[in-house]
C-alpha cells in the first residue's frame, strides 16, 4: 500500500444560507458519507447563535468535519478516510452541490505515506553519487 488514507480539504465560498441550518447542514454531513461510501458511527451538529454550525462524523474509515461562516458564505470542511473502498471527493462534490457554493477548492492528500525504508536512505553528500 502506498498510502494509508485520502484527505481532501474542502474550501466552499458563496454559499446560500442553508449552511446557517443545522438541520440542513447534518442532511448534508449525511448525504456526503453515503456519496463517499464511508460507514457513519456517531454524527454531532451545533448550531450557534448567532450564526454558524460545526458538525462532526465519526466514520469507521476516520471523519468528516464542517465549519460554517454564513456571514462570509464560507464552509471550511475535511473528509479523512483510510482505506480504498471509499471515495472522499465525491463527498465533497456532494457539499459543494448541497450548500451551492458558486467557488470551490478542493484538495486532496495522501496521508501515511510510508517513509522509506533505513537501508534506502543515502547520507546526502552521496545522493549526487
Known amino acids: 500500500m502506498e498510502h494509508l488514507g485520502r484527505h481532501v480539504i474542502i474550501e466552499l465560498w ?8 443545522a438541520s440542513l447542514v447534518e442532511r448534508a454531513m449525511r448525504s456526503a458519507v453515503l456519496a463517499a461510501n464511508a460507514t457513519l458511527l456517531d454524527l454531532f451538529v451545533h448550531e ?12 469507521s474509515e476516520s471523519h468528516l468535519s464542517i465549519h460554517t461562516w ?5 464552509v471550511a470542511a475535511d473528509v479523512f478516510t483510510c482505506g480504498s473502498t471509499t471515495n472522499p471527493a ?19 492528500l495522501e ?16 545522493a549526487n553519487v
Open 14 to 21: 458563496g454559499c446560500s444560507e442553508v449552511i446557517n441550518d
Open 48 to 59: 450557534f447563535s448567532p450564526q454558524g454550525v460545526t458538525g462532526v462524523a465519526v466514520l
Open 70 to 74: 454564513p456571514e462570509h458564505g464560507y
Open 90 to 108: 465525491a463527498a465533497a462534490e456532494v457539499l459543494r452541490q448541497m450548500f451551492e457554493a458558486t467557488t470551490a477548492d478542493i484538495r486532496e
Open 111 to 126: 496521508r501515511g505515506v510510508m517513509p522509506p525504508a533505513p537501508s534506502d536512505i543515502r547520507p546526502r553528500a552521496l
